[in-house]
């Protein structure tokens, strides 16, 4: 079935050139010039080398998931037509300049059928060679089980987790959205790419899917291509036994134009492509094709069997099947010089390109510089930018960061911010450059709606398109909903920036479901995630700077609803470069060090009050970020926190207390969860106060 709204002579015209795509005869009554012209134009270029070619690519993943006994075969031998018509003919790329900008992206959603993407960028000119093929999964090799970003050529974004890359490739779309808004001028256009990503039913059940998909639909995001292998089956059943709903409908309620075609029909599948590309409706495109999982393994294509590598004992009879001759990991020379010779083609169009690129650069000069210094990464020193707060005042952190923010907006066009829903409590609405949307691409405050877990993985895929620094906002109670892409994020080294408000027990009559006790916790056990919960207001200010200035991975910041005193006992020098250091001597001992107290975030405030309670003889030592506390050396720890007065620190945070007992004998905090009620009732009920802590410490 192929459903559409507008262009519907396309659908006469498909049904009479016999393509492999059914037609509704109620739909099939309308013309489109543009439609007959996509049609009639839609043939491909060399129909039998890409058969050949699509046969050799089932052949290398059925040999190189052979040879590692691990690996799924059903979706690259399901999709390899899909493959074809892509790397062999539709998608504008160049091998030679993998982080060229106006490229086309290419995501494979379903990661674990990584052995598809290996092939494909091996036969296309990548720089992935056989020998990298044949040592699929193997230690160090480009190839490994699933798709991972800056590791191997022409991987666009980490994929594993199904439906992320379907959220990803939502992000990439987005950015390429604004980018083409913000750079392209009635002269010169230099960002016109399409963002395609191919998923499967797992990608289509996940949640984060969903939650992207309805984005995408809502802003118009026509950019978009999904290919959907849909073959039916899941792991462990044919995908009956757990979805029931019609997915084409789905998409079509959400502002999508649905396609649908034989997954095995390349001229199909050219022609829903190309009308996707051309056709000017203002939606995302999800061509539904359908597939025969695990295609060219008699024995079990079409079953659940093919989803692994069941395929494996019938290496040898599916490749004579396949028309493939005795060598492991064949590639013809037929198909190698077709790709040389497509090769030959992107690259001239890829030429064009540069010379528009050189001549948009002459004449917008300003732009250029831009674009230059977002694609290298550099930034400005935002933290000499930001205001520093009064002494003795009280600012929540939240609305410290509200303020610190405006900066960053203003000195870097290509930084973009957004909130799932919680704008107005979250604080980190960018004044005066606009809001993303359907009517304007060129704004920057994205409104996600109650979509968590998308915007994460969004986020993402704005991270993964390498123009754009991108941060994204909610309560610290709802980051669990984000943890997939928070994950990814990390693994990737992508410098993601999430805003998290609310941090604890603080949060108040909401009660316990919004008061996020164990988080931040949680979130320190994350490897390379920044975790920063600023004392106050300058504290803020740092570790928005530092989330700027790093470039290798994400960085959460911690932010409390409630105000918090900007503290007076050193300056606001020290405590921001005290806190680009992860922590340091907030208040120091006046005299002979008799004891110290280690604070953190909203409980700073109160570990300076206990010192000056018990004498001249306490130091104060804020840890906003233990990352970077850790990774300063050995004298500086020493500096900090003396080894030989562990036995006399104590820790207050108002979370959980297992970690802290690292660096002190002694911790006050909330290992249970919180009550309904004002803050302050609910920090007396749990013991977080400046008396309890006096008692603990001389106890």
């Known amino acids: 079935m192929i459903y559409t709204s507008v262009f519907l002579g396309f659908l006469a015209a498909s049904e009479a050139l016999n393509v492999g795509v059914a037609v509704p005869r109620a739909t099939a009554v309308a013309a489109s010039k543009i439609s007959m012209q996509v049609a009639a134009e839609a043939q491909v270029a060399q129909p039998v080398a ?38 062999g003919q539709e998608l504008s790329y160049n091998p030679d300049d993998t982080h060229w900008l106006n490229r086309d992206r290419f995501i494979l959603s379903a990661g674990h059928g990584s052995m598809f993407l290996y092939s494909w960028l091996h036969m296309a000119g990548y720089d992935l060679p056989k020998e990298e093929v044949a040592n699929f999964r193997a230690k160090d090799s480009k190839t490994p089980g699933h798709p991972e970003f800056g590791w191997t050529p022409g991987v666009e974004s980490t994929t594993g987790p199904l439906g992320q890359g379907v959220g990803n490739g939502v992000g990439m779309a ?228 509200a303020t610190v923010i405006q900066p960053i907006a203003q000195s870097m066009p290509f930084y973009l911010s957004g909130s799932a829903d919680l704008h107005g409590s979250n604080k980190n609405y960018l004044k005066g450059v606009g809001d993303f949307s359907k009517t304007n691409y060129a704004g920057r405050n994205f409104y996600y709606g109650i979509r968590e877990h998308a915007m994460g993985a969004i986020l993402n895929g704005i991270g993964f398109y390498g123009l754009h620094r991108a941060s994204g906002s909610t309560f610290l109670v709802f980051s669990g909903y984000m943890m997939g892409s928070v994950r990814v994020a990390a693994l990737s080294h992508l410098p993601i920036t999430y805003i998290w408000t609310h941090d604890s027990i603080g949060v108040g009559e909401d009660g316990p479901t919004h008061q996020p006790v164990e988080v931040v916790a949680g979130l320190r056990c994350m490897p390379n995630l ?28 911690i932010l409390s609803r409630q105000d918090l005193p900007v503290i007076d006992t050193c300056t606001a020098a020290e405590k921001r470069a005290g806190t680009l250091k992860g922590g340091y001597v907030a208040k120091k001992e006046e005299g002979e060090l008799e004891g110290i107290i280690l604070a953190v975030g909203s409980e700073l405030s109160m570990g300076i009050e206990a010192a000056a309670q018990l004498g001249k003889g306490y130091r104060v030592v804020s840890m906003p970020c233990v990352e970077l506390f850790e990774a300063q050396d050995a004298a500086y720890h020493e500096a900090v926190l003396p080894k030989a007065m562990k036995s ?21 905090g909330v290992d249970s969860f919180g009550l309904s009620a004002p803050g302050d009732q609910v920090f007396e009920a749990k013991g977080m106060t400046t008396a309890h802590l006096v008692k603990l410490i001389k106890a």
């Open 50 to 87: 890409l058969a050949k070619a699509a046969d050799e690519a089932r052949g290398l993943a059925i040999d190189a998931i052979s040879k590692a006994h691990s690996g799924h075969m059903g979706l690259p031998l399901g999709c390899a037509e899909v493959g074809a018509v892509l790397f």
């Open 648 to 668: 006399k620190t104590t820790a207050v945070e108002a979370g959980v207390t297992s970690a802290w007992y690292k660096y002190a004998d002694k911790v006050l």
């Open 174 to 401: 987005a950015a390429a959205k604004h980018a083409a808004a913000t750079l392209n001028t009635a002269d010169h256009t230099i960002i016109d790419h399409h963002v395609v990503v191919l998923c499967g039913d797992g990608c289509l059940q996940e949640g984060v899917a969903n939650e992207a998909i309805a984005f995408a639909g809502h802003e118009k995001l026509d950019n978009l291509i999904l290919m959907y292998d849909s073959n039916g089956v899941t792991l462990d059943k044919m995908a009956e036994h757990t979805q029931s709903e019609d997915v084409n409908m789905r998409f079509q309620a959400q502002g999508w134009e649905v396609l649908e075609v034989d997954g095995h029909d390349m001229d199909a599948i050219t022609k829903a492509y190309r009308y996707a590309k051309e056709s000017d409706n203002g939606k995302p495109t999800l061509i539904v094709c359908k597939t025969i999982i695990g295609k060219g393994i008699d024995e079990i294509a079409g079953t659940c069997a093919a989803h692994c590598e069941a395929g494996v004992k019938y290496q040898d009879s599916s490749r004579v099947s396949l028309g493939l001759p005795e060598e492991k990991f064949y590639v013809s020379p037929e198909t190698y010089s077709f790709f040389a010779e497509h090769k030959k083609e992107l690259v001239g169009k890829y030429d064009e390109w540069q010379a528009t690129f050189g001549d948009w650069k002459k004449a917008n000069k300003d732009k250029a510089k831009q674009l230059e210094d977002a694609l290298a990464g550099n930034t400005p020193d935002v933290l000499s930018m930001m205001p520093e707060f009064e002494v003795g005042s009280k600012v929540a952190t939240r609305n410290a960061g």
């Open 530 to 557: 920044d975790v920063m919960r600023p004392g106050d207001a300058e504290e803020t200010a740092a570790a928005y700077a530092h989330s700027i200035a790093r470039k290798t991975g994400p960085t959460a910041l």
